[in-house]
Nanobody, 122 residues
Framework: QVQLVESGGGLVQAGGSLRLSCAASGRYTMGWFRQVPGKEREFVAATSRSGGSTIYADSVKGRFTISRDNAKNTVYLQMNSLKPEDTAVYYC???????????????????WGQGTQVTVSS
């Protein structure tokens, strides 16, 4: 059974940084998504099993970095230059299919963490 546990959320001022972690029960294609009340969950970033392929939403490109430590089965989301519009609950997700490129569609991720709140104050 796939288990995902997120950590690292919190409150930060605009321009600040946070690093989210997601500890998984195995090695999978991993994605980060975020959701604000009343809106759909949106894609943020994803990485392949090896970490050799990564993709980002345009809204975070150049500010966020997804990485992984496969020895620890942990994926990270380093968030820099945070903006108030980055405020959301952030979820990590696992895609157990074998893919070369990680997908951005949330429908292809079948396992989700519990979510961690990120709040960016102006």
């Amino acid at each position: 059974q796939v288990q995902l546990v997120e950590s690292g959320g919190g409150l930060v001022q605009a321009g600040g940084s946070l690093r989210l972690s997601c500890a998984a029960s195995g090695r999978y294609t991993m994605g980060w998504f975020r959701q604000v009340p009343g809106k759909e969950r949106e894609f943020v970033a994803a990485t392949s099993r090896s970490g050799g392929s990564t993709i980002y939403a345009d809204s975070v490109k150049g500010r966020f970095t997804i990485s992984r430590d496969n020895a620890k089965n942990t994926v990270y989301l380093q968030m820099n230059s945070l903006k108030p519009e980055d405020t959301a609950v952030y979820y990590c997700a696992a895609d157990t299919s074998i893919r070369y490129y990680p997908p951005s569609s949330r429908d292809l991720y079948h396992y989700w963490g519990q979510g961690t709140q990120v709040t960016v104050s102006s």
